[in-house]
């Protein structure tokens, strides 16, 4: 096939801006943060479910606490008034002795809900720690989930660009070529499954590596500058010593 040496030269730079377009999609596939992501976002999951957990804990804790509380205001009031009437009948021993035994009830059963709602509280000192700690856990994971993102998108748009960059170079050079050239080319490299071109190299092909015989390369000598492959079919390019 016929082709100038500004052609070839054209043709090298192409296949070159095809493989740095092509590594950088693949490249994009291959970053590791799509699935570090995954990770993170079901860690998160497991924290945050422990996290509501631990709250429901707390909340469950503080309902009792709110409920032994209301029962001890009662009893206070209670015992205001069992007092009142001691204070106020006269002379009636045994009404006085039974408000005096009430009385003690109530006090036994305060100074009871005294003990529980101490324990009550220590134990809800003791899971809001727990549950501090479950929020940092969660507001450390979800800047981590953040991080990987950022860098991802980061990472993907460079790939991404430096693809569009090398693909927008290949149309403006794709205009300067024959479109026989060109066919051939991309022909090829449909093939080949990505690289359309190699070089006759002390007589092998660049890319398959295959060591063509003599008679052949009389042929390719014949058909030079530019041919194809016998092995692999990539558009071959024969320099003329
Ligand atoms: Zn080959």
């Known amino acids: 096939m016929q082709a100038s040496a500004d052609e070839l030269k054209i043709l090298a730079r192409i296949a070159d801006l095809d493989t740095a377009s092509t590594r950088a999609e693949k490249e994009i596939t291959q970053l590791e943060q799509p699935a570090k992501i995954d990770e993170i976002r079901a860690k998160l999951e497991g924290v945050k479910k422990k996290r509501a957990e631990i709250e429901a804990m707390l909340k469950a804790a503080q309902d009792k606490f709110d409920q032994l509380a209301e029962e001890d205001a009662d009893l206070e009031k209670r015992a205001a008034e069992v007092q009142h009437k001691i204070d ?18 109530i006090v036994e059963r305060r100074e009871k809900l005294d003990e529980q709602m101490t324990e009550l509280d220590a134990k809800s000192d003791e899971i809001s720690k727990v549950a501090a700690q479950a929020g940092q856990a969660v507001a450390q994971i979800s800047a981590t989930e953040q991080g990987l993102i950022k860098s991802y ?27 026989e050239i ?38 390719l000598e014949a058909e030079a500058p530019l041919t194809n492959c016998p092995f692999c079919k990539r558009l071959l390019i024969v320099d003329k010593e």
């Not at 021993?93 to 005096?100: P, Y």
């Not at 693909?167 to 050079?173: A, F, G, T, V």
């Not at 022909?187 to 015989?213: E, M, N």
């Open 88 to 105: 106020t009948t006269e002379g009636d021993h045994r009404i006085i002795g039974s408000l005096t035994a009430d009385l003690a009830a």
């Open 153 to 179: 998108k980061e990472q993907a748009g460079e790939l991404r660009s430096a693809s569009l960059t090398a693909q927008d170079e290949k149309k403006q050079l794709s205009a300067k070529l024959s479109s």
């Open 182 to 219: 060109l066919q051939a080319y991309e022909t090829a490299r449909k093939a080949a499954g990505g690289i359309g071109l190699a070089h006759l190299q002390d007589a092998s092909c660049s890319v398959c590596r295959t060591q063509i015989d003599e008679n052949k390369l009389l042929q």
